[in-house]
């Protein structure tokens, strides 16, 4: 799934063409509400776009921690299917050093829209239009998409909450074979409380055990009480 004015999903869906049913949607894909979808996983192809423009490949998963201002709705997420999404970020790797491609990859934090009531994984080539066009990384997110779709994953799953946007320790730690589902990052601390990361557990898939605690990534105020939060929630606190 992706956007018909969204260059780097119409150049996925060119290199996905005739290996699998793809479907470019004529909205913006942070607000697929409404759409009705009966699917187990919804994979969405899409740019990823930051101010420095590096070359990157990312995956995540979509929700608001707060103000919804890009997308779906204030302070609440999507379904994080978490084996998918930390597979999307090891298979980028796998591919980009196979293939000696000069871009990051990254697991990215819980961000923008939809709100939406299905698995959902973004799938991203980043972070400038050159990227976009740059058919060596198109066809490799077109790859990790394929791949997600003929794999067979099992697994344990965790949330994890600090550290920055790119969630380098995060990103690590997914590469070692840890599965992250939702992350809350620092600068939306602000909006963590202990129904919101109840939600982040909620709708993580499969059910997490752990809450790994990016623990100077997290303001000292809240670095205690998030894990009383994620022990009332009957998990275990992974102070990291």
């Known amino acids: ?6 260059l780097a999903s119409k150049n996925i869906a060119g290199a996905l063409d005739g290996r699998v049913e793809v479907e470019l949607l004529d909205t913006k894909i942070v607000e697929l509400e409404g759409l009705n979808l009966s699917a187990d996983l ?3 192809a899409s740019s990823h776009r930051s101010a420095s423009g590096k070359p990157t490949l990312t995956a995540h998963s979509p929700g608001n ?12 997420l999507s379904i994080s299917p978490a084996l998918y999404v930390s ?6 790797k796998e591919l980009r050093d196979a293939r000696k491609l000069q871009y990051d990859v990254s697991l990215e934090v819980t961000h923008h829209g939809p709100s939406f009531e299905v698995p959902i994984v973004f799938v991203e080539v980043g972070s400038s239009e050159q990227q976009w066009q740059d058919m060596k990384a198109v066809e490799t997110a077109a790859d990790v998409i394929i791949h997600l ?8 799953s965790v949330v994890g909450v600090g550290g920055t946007h790119y969630t380098s320790y995060f990103t690590k ?17 602000k909006y963590l409380s202990r129904d919101m990361l109840e939600q982040m557990v ?5 059910t997490p055990e752990e809450a790994w605690i ?15 939060w994620v022990e009332e929630l009957g998990l275990k606190a992974v102070k990291c």
Not at 178 to 188: E, S
């Open 1 to 6: 799934m992706g956007a018909v004015d969204n």
């Open 42 to 44: 919804v994979i969405v």
């Open 65 to 76: 921690f707060g103000p919804a201002d890009m997308g779906g709705a204030p302070g609440s």
């Open 87 to 92: 597979e999307a970020v090891r298979k980028f």
């Open 149 to 156: 779709m003929d794999v067979d994953l099992s697994g344990k």
């Open 173 to 189: 730690k997914t590469m070692e074979g840890l599965n992250f589902g939702h992350i809350c990052p620092k600068y939306a601390s």
């Open 202 to 206: 909620k709708k993580t898939t499969p």
């Open 214 to 228: 990016d623990w100077k990534g997290t303001p000292g105020g809240l670095r205690q009480q998030t894990r009383d």
